[in-house]
């Protein structure tokens, strides 16, 4: 399940110090993902597992300065109650506070882990907009993921939505869909990175400039709380 871990992070728990693990699959296939070795199967086998009391232990080591754990991927909710037991003995055994990245298709799951009382933030994916969400995926559409967002929107649950700008599928008009879905607190602009993606056609694109990125921002803020952009 556990495919890699950086035992100290600065920019993947907002406004704390965590450990961040990485879990292996994924349900997506995003041409512009550049996670690919947690995503192909053939590439995923190359990985090393980590054992889930090594991560513990990690997390132990670094006892008054490390306070979270942020799980990405990959999709870490694939592994649902394998998943949901191990952070729950992170819980009991460290008592940090726990953050999912999640691409928000599987808003039943989420729901379950929301009643589990042990997960203290979530990171959404919104990849664009509903015409072109399932080319973005690889066959997946973004009726779930809006579902999710509604699940945590009427929780008390802090989360973020986080849009990667890539060039092809974010533009002017996916802005506008992500403004007419109402208003959230938080919303996180990511510059893309044409970098080990698993379509190898996206590594020939340009990142978009931040001038560009900071007019996607102008316009969130009509209706979002807080939009940050990440570089």
Known sequence: MIRGIIGTSLVDYPDKIATLIFTGGCNYRCPFCHN?????????KSLPHIREDYVIDEIKKRKGFVTALAVTGGEPLIHDERLLYFLKKVKKETNVDIK??????MPETINKYIKSGIINFFAVDLKTDPK?????TGGHEIE???ETLSILKS????????????????????????????NHK???????RPMKTIDKSFEKLT?????????YKKMLEQ???DVEVRI
């Open 36 to 44: 690919r070795e947690l995503v192909i199967p053939e590439e995923l």
């Open 100 to 105: 999912i990245d999640t691409n928000g298709s």
């Open 132 to 136: 072109r969400y399932n080319k973005a």
């Open 144 to 146: 779930p993921v809006l």
């Open 155 to 182: 929780s008390k649950i802090p989360y973020e939505i986080r849009t990667t700008v890539v060039p092809g599928y974010v533009d002017k008009e996916m802005i506008e869909f992500a403004i007419s879905i109402g």
């Open 186 to 192: 938080k919303y996180v602009l990511q510059r893309f």
């Open 207 to 215: 990142s978009p400039p931040p001038q560009i990125i900071n007019k």
């Open 223 to 225: 209706t979002m709380l």
